[in-house]
Structure formats: structure tokens, C-alpha cells
T-cell receptor
Framework: DSGVTQTPKHLITATGQRVTLRCSPR?????VYWYQQSLDQGLQFLIH???????AKGNILERFSAQQFPDLHSELNLSSLELGDSALYFC??????????????????FGPGTRLTVL | DQQVKQNSPSLSVQEGRISILNCDYTNSMFDYFLWYKKYPAEGPTFLISISSIKDKNEDGRFTVFLNKSAKHLSLHIVPSQPGDSAVYFC????????????FGKGTRLHILP
């Protein structure tokens, strides 16, 4: 158990709809990262939040948005869903508060993922 | 443009032998590299990492080698055990420059009895 929780575990919805995926980081971690894993694809980095602020963006579509709340949990919002958005969405956390500025900042702890199916 | 490439989608190795998983990268700004292991229906878990100031890092049965001039790294598992059967992801980051980690597509390792 990584200490990172993601809800829901599975989500089935229709094209054109909007969904929200939720992530609770490990206790004390300030960073939340979102990834998408499609069939035959690696983990595609979407976005990184650190202590409530956006720190880096990857291949995130304009239809997708994310935020990190004061309690450090994060939500990934996916709108105008298309069939191609069906994928596993992982959240990872890292960078515990008070950690030294060391390489260990880049170690991430992944949640179990949310499987999104768009029909 | 794939900056981190794992060219072998799968690999089969006899139990007890050495497993070697390879990874190539294109971005010369990458200075920190990680390997993650993933079982079905679970999130990836961190395995081992290496900074660009080193060429080798060892942790038990796992050793990562980095060849900066070739922009190549490899993960050695010896001896291979049945529980090592999983998908292995190579990842890289430009630690001081930005806050994202780029993953490869993964290599599925099968340990044969």
C-alpha cells in the first residue's frame, strides 16, 4: 500500500460527458502528479501540482484540468469525453514537507489508478 | 517525440538467470533516472534510481547502470525470481530544470520456471 488513494476505482461514462477523478496523496507529501496510461502506451505525464500550485504541464488536453486543494488532495477533471480518453489514470505523490532538497524528491508513490471507460 | 525509449516490449528470462532491461533517452538535460515496477491492477512502485553523477547504483538484486555518452541505462536483476515478473518502466527527469518525469512505454518481464 503506497498510501496514495484514488477514487473511483472504475468509471464508465458516455462520450461528451464530464468526470472528476480524485486523489489523496500520502500524508505529508506536497506534490501530486497525474498520469494517463492508454493501451500500449507508457505513462503519459499530464500535470504536476506542488502545495496547491501548478508546477509542470505535460501532454494534457485543453479539455482536461486539475487542481490541488488546501488539504493537498487533487482532482482531475475530464470534460467533453471522447472514446480515446478511455485509459488508466494514475495519481502519484511525493516531496514530503521538510524533506531535504535531495534526489529523493523525484521518487513518486503511485495510487492504484482509476480506470475510465468512455462508451 | 519519445524522449525515453524502451525498445523491448517484452522479455523472457529463466529463473535464476540475469534479467537485463534496457532504456535509451534522447534529452541530454536528463540528469536523474528511475526504474518502476508495475504489477497488474496496481500502480507502479519505485524500484531504484541513479543520478547522472554516477554510473552505477546497486540495491540488493537490482543494479542500474548509466552510460551518459550513449544516453543509455540498463537495469540488471540477478538472480531473477518469479516475483520479478511485471512491467518495468524506465523514467527520466531534468531534476533542476523542471518538475516532470518522463516515462518509457515499459518492458514486460516474464520469469520462466
Amino acid at each position: 500500500d503506497s498510501g496514495v488513494t484514488q477514487t473511483p476505482k472504475h468509471l464508465i461514462t458516455a462520450t461528451g460527458q464530464r468526470v472528476t477523478l480524485r486523489c489523496s496523496p500520502r500524508s505529508g507529501d506536497l506534490s501530486v502528479y497525474w498520469y494517463q496510461q492508454s493501451l500500449d502506451q507508457g505513462l503519459q505525464f499530464l500535470i504536476h501540482y506542488y502545495n496547491g500550485e501548478e508546477r509542470a504541464k505535460g501532454n494534457i488536453l485543453e479539455r482536461f484540468s486539475a487542481q490541488q486543494f488546501p488539504d493537498l488532495h487533487s482532482e482531475l477533471n475530464l470534460s467533453s469525453l471522447e472514446l480515446g480518453d478511455s485509459a488508466l489514470y494514475f495519481c502519484a505523490s511525493g516531496r514530503p514537507r521538510g524533506a531535504p532538497t535531495a534526489i529523493s524528491y523525484n521518487e513518486q508513490f503511485f495510487g492504484p489508478g482509476t480506470r475510465l471507460t468512455v462508451l | 517525440d519519445q524522449q525515453v525509449k524502451q525498445n523491448s516490449p517484452s522479455l523472457s528470462v529463466q529463473e535464476g538467470r540475469i534479467s537485463i532491461l534496457n532504456c535509451d533517452y534522447t534529452n541530454s538535460m536528463f540528469d536523474y533516472f528511475l526504474w518502476y515496477k508495475k504489477y497488474p491492477a496496481e500502480g507502479p512502485t519505485f524500484l531504484i534510481s541513479i543520478s547522472s553523477i554516477k554510473d552505477k547504483n546497486e540495491d540488493g538484486r537490482f543494479t542500474v547502470f548509466l552510460n551518459k555518452s550513449a544516453k543509455h541505462l540498463s537495469l540488471h536483476i540477478v538472480p531473477s525470481q518469479p516475483g520479478d515478473s511485471a512491467v518495468y518502466f524506465c523514467a527520466a527527469s531534468a531534476y533542476e530544470r523542471d518538475d516532470k518525469i518522463i516515462f518509457g512505454k515499459g518492458t514486460r518481464l516474464h520469469i520462466l520456471p
